[in-house]
Nanobody, 124 residues
Framework: VQLQASGGGLVQAGGSLRLSCAAS????????VGWFRQAPGKEREFVAA????????YYADSVKGRFSISRDNAKNTVYLQMNSLKPEDTAVYYC??????????????????WGKGTQVTVSS
């Protein structure tokens, strides 16, 4: 599976962006997908996860209520809708996937496939 993240950019605080993670392959529906981010000088952190088996999405506390993850298996794409953006959301955002991954696996970032990141910058 190859992943390509896109949709990043520069936005003012309070604004919105929608990130996309496009995947290659014909079995995308079997993959759990997570979004992660890494700010300069900080470790990578989990943001959101959507599971292969349609279980409820899972979010980091820092984005809960502001971000929403969804998927369109027909388009092999996972989306991350980011609303009410804050300067502390500034980071490079990555998507990652693993076949039949559990929520615990996704949150831990133990994923087999990673895309190149897309930069999100939120100005104050």
């Amino acid at each position: 599976v190859q992943l390509q993240a896109s949709g990043g950019g520069l936005v003012q605080a309070g604004g919105s962006l929608r990130l996309s993670c496009a995947a290659s392959g014909r079995t995308f529906s079997r993959y759990s997908v997570g979004w992660f981010r890494q700010a300069p000088g900080k470790e990578r952190e989990f943001v959101a996860a959507i599971m292969w088996n349609s279980r409820s999405p899972y979010y980091a506390d820092s984005v809960k209520g502001r971000f929403s993850i969804s998927r369109d298996n027909a388009k092999n794409t996972v989306y991350l809708q980011m609303n009410s953006l804050k300067p502390e959301d500034t980071a490079v955002y990555y998507c990652a996937a693993e076949e039949f991954a559990t929520e615990r696996t996704v949150v831990a970032g133990n994923m087999d496939y990673w895309g190149k990141g897309t930069q999100v910058t939120v100005s104050s």
